[in-house]
C-alpha cells in the first residue's frame, strides 16, 4: 500500500488516499490520518499456513510439499 498525492479533510481530520496492488487486483481508497503509518515499519511481514483458513489449510496441507517443475 502506497500513498498518493490525493489528501482531504473530512470532520476536521485528515485523510490520505492510498493505492495497492495484489495479484491481479489493483485499488485504490481513502483513510483517516489515524489508521495511516506515514513511516516504512521494520517488521519482516509473514503468515503461517495456520492463518489461513481451516478448510484451506487443510487442503493445502493435502498437496505436500511444493516442487518445481522444469
Known amino acids: 500500500m ?3 498525492s ?6 476536521g481530520e485528515p485523510w490520505y488516499e492510498v493505492a495497492w496492488v495484489t495479484p491481479g487486483r ?4 481513502w483513510l483517516p490520518a489515524s489508521a495511516v503509518m506515514l513511516h516504512r ?4 511481514p509473514s503468515a503461517g499456513i495456520d492463518a ?4 484451506l489449510a487443510t487442503y493445502l496441507a493435502n498437496l505436500g510439499p511444493a516442487s518445481a517443475s522444469p
Open 52 to 55: 489461513l483458513d481451516a478448510g
Open 26 to 29: 489493483r485499488g485504490t481508497g
Open 2 to 4: 502506497t500513498l498518493s
Open 6 to 11: 490525493g489528501r482531504a479533510s473530512i470532520g
Open 41 to 44: 515499519g521494520t517488521a519482516v
